[in-house]
């Protein structure tokens, strides 16, 4: 063995019998004692391309046509020419044969001749490159310095020379272990005391070797949830310590709980294709009969509460179309509806639908956080406090509100929160207290504070991502990089 000599870890598996994991391993333990040092280069395998397989067989074209023009006496009509070469190859080999200086074109009275001018050797280097390519490819470092130009050549002409990079890892023994004592190597060591060597007495003559706890190990990834599912846990955890239920409602909903129910007029531009998903089959659905007078009088003249409606003629066609449900307070008017009396405390963080083109900030298909409190003495401020002590838990601090408008609330108001890392705000959520056009029809009396908005935005912030689409992605690397404290860290729970 040629002593010092740099191995790729390739050579070196095959030499000692093991595999390239175990030489990666062993370099990485060496290196740490610095008895090797360990490079990465990049490695150019070159091989030939479909034209170069042509090329390798029949000769180069310009080596061709100085062929045809040598048998010819050294001067040949053009148009003959093409005929025996082909008009794809002529082309090539009078262009090639130009640029060598092979060849002079003569225009005469009778047409265009090529002549050969110079003396052209037997074998050139890029004609040698492809005579050694037919035996199959070749790392072009092993290849000689006029071949490596060449090739360089050769690789300037389409589909001629195929190239493929390689990383290699060498393993270069440093001087220290050329140095190093041989006779370390003839001491048995042994990582484990069995029963035979104690028996035997043989474990007084061993060397028993140290474990390096430092010493790297391929990396194992242990379970953990989606970083989205972990955003979902962790918002949960927020409203259940803030005493909360959560509720969950069907996807596909009645345009009555999405819209009606919540005095959106039946002309409101949300209702649009463009906005909505209406289901095409079934296309109806059945409403709750005892909401349907009070809701279509809330619409059409405001009945009992008070308000003069939205004055239009109510349809209940339209009330029974059948939608993927665009906000979750789609669930939360279901529910209300059914729990009349205080106290009332829900929340939900469930899917919704908006047709909406998808880009960086936009999806399809997300989710929204919402949450509602009805009780006989609940007021607005007590709605900015709860929203800020939730979002408090999710560690933003500094969150404050601006008037808003939504048709089912009133007040209305926006909730944004200050990003620190980012010198932005962020939108965060819609909020305000539910109208007497909503809460009456549905037979509540009392004050609904209530409150919804995405939950994707937010976790683009806590991830420190920007674009919304990586959380469907599934890109194992940037799921597996995520310590799966990251998140609990980054809200300060941590
Ligand atoms: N539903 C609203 C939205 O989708 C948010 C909202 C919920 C606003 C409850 C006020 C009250 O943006």
Redesign the pocket.
Known sequence: MDQGRPLSFEEAARIIGRDVGAVAKAALWLSSKNLVSVEEIEEKLIGLGEEGRVYAESGLPERRLVEELRSAGGRMRLSDLKEKLGEKEFGIAVSWARRKGWIEIERTSEGAYAKLIADVGEELPEERVLRILRGGARKLSELPEDLREACTALSSRPNVLEVKVRRVHLLKPREELMRLDRSILEVAEVTRLTQELLASGEWRKVKLSKFDIYAPTPPTFSAKGHPLRELIKLVREAFVEMGFEEIRGPLVELAFWNFDALFQPQDHPAREMHDTFYLAEPELGDLPKHLVEPVKRAHEDGGDTGSIGWRYRWREEEARRLLLR????AT?IRWLADHREPPVKVFSVDR?YRNERVDWKHLAEFH?I?G?VMGEKVSFRDLLGLIKEFYAKLGLKNVRFRPSY?P??EP?AEAIAYLEDKKTWLEL????V?RPEVTRPMGVKHRVL????GLERLALALYDLDDIRTFYMNDLNWIRGLPSIYLRRKVGLL
Do not use: K, L, P
């Not at 665009?326 to 307070?329: A, C, G, K, R």
């Not at 209530?450 to 908005?453: H, I, K």
């Open positions: 665009t906000h979750t307070t939360t919704i929204q919402e509602i939504f089912y609330t209305s959520i819609g909020m305000g539910f209530a409150w919804g908005g």
